[in-house]
């Protein structure tokens, strides 16, 4: 079963890093030009320590790839939306922020 959060847009079927799902919850609420997340594959990295960080990687199909680090782990993020990189990472900054 899916399962699905802020509005069918945050896929949450797997596990989320602490820190992340909040920021991507804040995020999905500010911008309603994002389609939808779905969270990827988990793994363990050495410098992901202190405030999580994100940083947007490549296009995709339908948005961007993003990296998202926190815990001593590393997320993928898949983020359908039409928004340019610069803009996504303006978003993003905010959403880490709380503002």
Do not use: Y
């Not at 899916?2 to 999905?28: F, P, Q, T, W, Y």
């Not at 992901?48 to 001593?72: C, E, F, M």
Request: glycine share 8%; no cysteine; charged share 30%.
């Amino acid at each position: 079963m899916r399962l699905r959060a802020e509005n069918n847009r945050l896929k949450i079927e797997h596990s989320i890093l602490d820190g992340v799902r909040g920021m991507l919850e804040r995020l999905l609420k500010q911008r309603a030009d994002i389609r939808s997340v779905v969270p990827g594959r988990i793994a363990i990295v050495r410098d992901a320590r202190g405030p999580v960080k994100v940083r947007v990687t490549v296009p995709v199909t339908n948005g961007w790839k993003a990296i998202a680090l926190s815990d001593g782990a590393r997320q993928e993020l898949f983020i359908s939306t039409t928004m340019g990189k610069d803009e996504l990472e303006a978003a993003l900054r905010l959403a880490i922020t709380g503002r």
